[in-house]
C-alpha cells in the first residue's frame, strides 16, 4: 500500500485506542513509585479514547478531517502529563496533515516527526528517557529511512522497530528507571498505540476486553459503540429507604440491577435508611423505577453528557466560535478560582478559603481537560486561578487554559500538592490587584513543605530504602523516607522529614482510613514532639492516609 486515507486512519486510530484500553493495567505497574497512583496507563487510555470516540462517527476519506477532529477529541480529553504529551505529538501530525487527502509513507513519517516537534515545545522542561524520548528517535530514524515510493507497512514497521528500541533505551537516560527495573511507562504506552496501528495496516480486528475493576469505566467513551452509547445520561439521585424495607436493602442488590442496564460508572452508596445511586446509562427512567421500589426520591438530577460533549467541543471547533463565547446567564465576576482536589473535607477547607469551584480529582483520578474547561466556564469569571494540586495535572490545567486563551483569562498556578494549594488560597486577598495576589500566591507555594503516608503496592528497593508491599511509606517531598507496618509510625517518620526548628504550623490533614483512635494518637504526640500549632483537619480523602502540610 503506497497511500493512507481518512478512512484507513480512523481504523488505525480506533484499533490503536482498544490495543490501549486492553493493555492499560501494564503501563500502570510500570510506575516507578511503589505507590497506588501508577496512572499513566489510565490516562493515557482515557485520553485516546475521548480522540477515539470523536472520530467513530465520521464518515470521511479526508485525512486531514480525520486528523484535526481526532486532535481536538485528545485535547480535550487529555488526563495526567502522559496524556496532554500524547495529544501534543497527535497535534503535530495534524498540523502536518493539513491540505492533504492521503498522505504517502514520507509524509507520515514526517508527520510522526512534526508530533515530536510540537510535544517538544508544550513541555517547559522535557526530560530525556521519557515518551517523549521515543516518539523523537523513531520519528528522526524513520524520516531517514522512508523513501519515495516505500510501502507503507514497511516504513511504519520500521518506525514501529525504532519506538521498540528507543524504549529499551529509557533507562540508561532516566536512572530511577535502571533502578527499579522498568522502562518508561509513557512510551510503552505510546508504543501500544502504534501497535495498534500496525494490526489496522495489516488488516487484522481486535476485540476490546472488558477490564475487572476497570478504574477507567466511568470516563473512558467506548469506541466500540454506535449512535449515543459513549455517553447517555449521567443520572443521580438520594432517596430514603421505606421504614419497612431498611434491613432487607442490599446496595449488592441494586447495583445488580441497574449493572443490567446498557451503562456503566455505577456506584451505589447507603447511610442507614438514606442511599445514594450515581450511574451514567441511556435509560434513566429505568434506573429510576428500579430505586422506587424501595423508598421514596429526596433529590435527583440528570444531565445529558453528549449534549454536555458536543457543546464544548463545538465552542471550541473553530477560532470563530471561540471569539464568541456564550453569554453567561449569571453575573461575570472578576476572579474566581478553581481548585483540584479528592476528598470531601479537603474539598470543604478550599471552599472556605475563596475558592469558587473544586474540580474533582487528584491521585488515580485525574481531570481531563475538558473537566477544567466545564469548570471555567461555570464559575463565570474574567479572570480565572487554577490550582491543580498535583503535578500531574499542571499540564492539563494549561493546556485548558490555552483552549480558553481567547475567551477567559486563565492563570495557572502550579501547585503540586494540596498544601501548597491551601496556601495559595489563603494568600488569596480580594482588595487587591489580581497580579498582587498571583505574586503573593506563587511566593506561598515556596513556602511550604508536604509529606504524604500512603501504602506500597509492591516489593521494591529506592534510595536505600527497602519498600514492603502493604506497608505504610513516608513521603517527604516526593521522596520516600522509611517504609514501616503503621501508617501513625509513617507519619511520625514524615514529620521528622518535615519539621524543624523554624517550623511555626503543621496542618495535618487526614484520610478515610484513619480512625479517631489514631487521630488522638497523633494529636498527643505532636503536641508533645513539636512546639508548632497544630491544625487537624478530616480531609476524607482516599490512597492518602496523611497529607501534610509544614510552613
Not at 116 to 142: C, F, Q
Not at 215 to 240: N, P, Q
Not at 303 to 320: D, V
Not at 531 to 539: I, M, P, Q, R, Y
Amino acid at each position: 500500500m503506497k497511500n493512507i486515507d481518512g478512512k484507513l486512519f480512523k481504523e488505525m486510530v480506533v484499533t490503536g485506542a482498544i490495543v490501549l484500553h486492553n493493555n492499560h493495567p501494564e503501563i500502570d505497574a510500570l510506575n516507578v513509585f511503589p505507590v497506588p497512583d501508577g496512572d499513566t496507563g489510565t490516562n493515557m487510555s482515557l485520553t485516546f479514547s475521548a480522540g477515539a470516540s470523536e472520530i467513530e462517527k465520521l464518515d470521511s476519506t479526508d485525512i486531514y478531517e480525520v486528523a484535526k477532529k481526532l486532535s481536538k477529541g485528545l485535547l480535550m480529553g487529555a488526563r495526567g502529563n502522559s496524556g496532554v504529551i500524547l495529544s501534543q505529538i497527535f497535534r503535530g501530525v495534524s498540523m502536518a496533515f493539513e491540505g492533504k487527502k492521503e498522505v504517502n509513507a514520507v509524509e507520515l513519517a514526517q508527520a510522526f516527526k512534526n508530533g515530536a516537534k510540537v510535544a517538544y515545545k508544550a513541555v517547559m522542561r522535557p526530560v530525556e528517557g521519557t515518551i517523549l524520548t521515543v516518539i523523537r528517535e523513531a520519528s528522526d530514524a524513520v524520516v531517514q529511512y522512508a523513501q519515495e515510493g516505500m510501502e507503507i507497512e514497511d516504513v511504519f514497521s520500521y518506525f514501529v522497530k525504532e519506538a521498540e528500541e528507543s524504549l529499551e533505551r529509557t533507562p540508561e537516560l532516566l536512572p530511577v528507571l535502571k533502578e527499579v527495573g522498568v522502562v518508561d511507562s509513557g512510551g510503552a504506552g505510546l508504543l501500544l498505540v502504534f501497535t495498534g496501528f500496525m494490526a489496522a495496516l495489516a488488516g487484522e480486528e481486535i476485540e476490546r476486553v472488558e477490564i475487572k475493576n476497570d478504574s477507567t469505566k466511568e470516563a473512558l467513551v467506548d469506541v466500540e459503540s454506535d449512535g449515543e452509547e459513549g455517553y447517555g445520561y449521567c443520572t443521580e439521585f438520594i432517596f430514603r429507604l421505606d421504614p419497612g424495607k431498611i434491613k432487607a436493602f442490599k446496595e449488592e442488590s441494586l447495583r445488580n440491577e441497574l449493572e443490567r442496564l446498557p451503562g456503566n460508572s455505577i456506584v451505589v452508596v447507603q447511610d442507614e435508611d438514606i442511599v445514594k445511586v450515581h450511574v451514567h446509562t441511556l435509560k434513566p427512567g429505568n434506573a429510576l423505577n428500579a430505586a422506587q421500589r424501595y423508598g421514596e426520591f429526596i433529590k435527583l438530577k440528570i444531565e445529558n453528557m453528549q449534549e454536555q460533549h458536543n457543546s464544548i467541543l463545538e465552542a471550541n471547533a473553530t477560532p470563530a466560535a471561540k471569539a464568541t463565547p456564550i453569554v453567561p446567564k449569571q453575573e461575570e465576576k472578576e476572579v474566581a478560582i478553581i481548585s483540584v482536589a479528592a476528598g470531601d473535607g479537603i474539598k470543604d477547607m478550599f471552599l472556605e478559603l475563596h475558592c469558587d469551584y473544586v474540580v474533582s480529582g487528584g491521585q488515580t483520578m485525574n481531570p481531563s481537560a475538558e473537566d477544567i474547561v466545564q469548570a471555567i466556564r461555570d464559575v463565570h469569571a474574567k479572570h480565572v486561578i487554577i490550582l491543580p494540586n498535583n503535578s500531574n495535572i499542571v499540564m492539563t490545567a494549561q493546556q485548558a487554559a490555552i483552549i480558553l486563551e481567547d475567551e477567559v483569562d486563565v492563570q495557572v498556578i502550579p501547585t503540586k500538592t494540596i498544601p501548597q494549594g491551601l496556601s495559595a488560597c489563603i494568600m488569596y486577598n480580594p482588595e487587591v490587584s489580581l497580579e498582587e495576589n498571583l505574586d503573593e500566591m506563587n511566593d506561598a507555594i515556596a513556602s511550604v513543605k508536604t509529606g504524604q503516608v500512603t501504602f506500597a503496592i509492591k516489593d521494591t528497593n529506592i534510595d536505600g530504602v527497602d519498600i514492603k508491599a502493604n506497608q505504610y511509606m513516608a513521603l517527604c517531598e516526593k521522596e520516600i523516607t522509611a517504609c514501616v507496618p503503621s501508617k501513625v509510625e509513617a507519619l511520625k517518620e514524615t514529620l521528622k522529614g518535615l519539621v524543624d526548628d523554624d517550623s511555626e504550623i503543621i496542618t495535618l490533614i487526614y484520610g478515610e482510613d484513619v480512625s479517631d483512635e489514631e487521630v488522638e494518637e497523633i494529636e498527643a504526640y505532636v503536641e508533645d514532639t513539636y512546639e508548632a500549632e497544630l491544625e487537624c483537619v478530616n480531609g476524607k480523602q482516599p490512597v492518602y492516609s496523611f497529607i501534610v502540610g509544614v510552613e
